[in-house]
C-alpha cells in the first residue's frame, strides 16, 4: 500500500510562483517508481479536473491545456517524490490541489480521474488578485 502527502499550497498574489511537493510512502519505492503520477485540482462548486501528469521515468508529460506553459511537472524517483512547479498563477489556479498514483505501470501518461487509484489529502492553494 502507498501513502500519498501532498505539501507546499498556501497564499500567493497573481503572477507568483509556488511549488507542490507529493510524497509516496509505505512500499513506496517498489510502486511509486514504476507507475504513472498525476497531479489534479478541486475548485469549490466544481469538479475535480486533470492538471498535469508524467510517466514512470518522467520522459513523458502532458498539461491541462490552460496551465501549459506556466505549470511544470517532475520527479525524483530516488525520494518518491513527484513536483508541481506553478509560476505565473491566476486566480482562477485557487483550489486544492491532489497528486494521485496511476492504476496500470505508467509507460504512458494519465489524464483521467479512473487511472488513477491512490490519492493524497489535498493542499490548498489561493492565488489572490
Known amino acids: 500500500q502507498v501513502q500519498l502527502v501532498e505539501s507546499g499550497g498556501g497564499l500567493v498574489q497573481a503572477g507568483g510562483s509556488l511549488r507542490l511537493s507529493c510524497a509516496a510512502s509505505?512500499?513506496?519505492?517498489?510502486?511509486?517508481?514504476?507507475?504513472?503520477m498525476g497531479w489534479f485540482r478541486q475548485a469549490p462548486g466544481k469538479e475535480r479536473e486533470f492538471v498535469a501528469c508524467v510517466n514512470w521515468n518522467g520522459g513523458n508529460t502532458s498539461y491541462e491545456d490552460s496551465v501549459s506553459g506556466r505549470f511544470m511537472i517532475s520527479r525524483d524517483n530516488a525520494k518518491a517524490t513527484v513536483f508541481l512547479q506553478m509560476n505565473s498563477l491566476k486566480p482562477e489556479d485557487t483550489a486544492v490541489y491532489y497528486c494521485a498514483k496511476s492504476r496500470q505501470y505508467g509507460r504512458t501518461c494519465y489524464r483521467t480521474i479512473g487511472d488513477f487509484d491512490t490519492w493524497g489529502q489535498g493542499t490548498q492553494v489561493t492565488v489572490s488578485s
Open positions: 509505505g512500499r513506496a519505492l517498489n510502486v511509486f517508481n514504476v507507475h504513472s
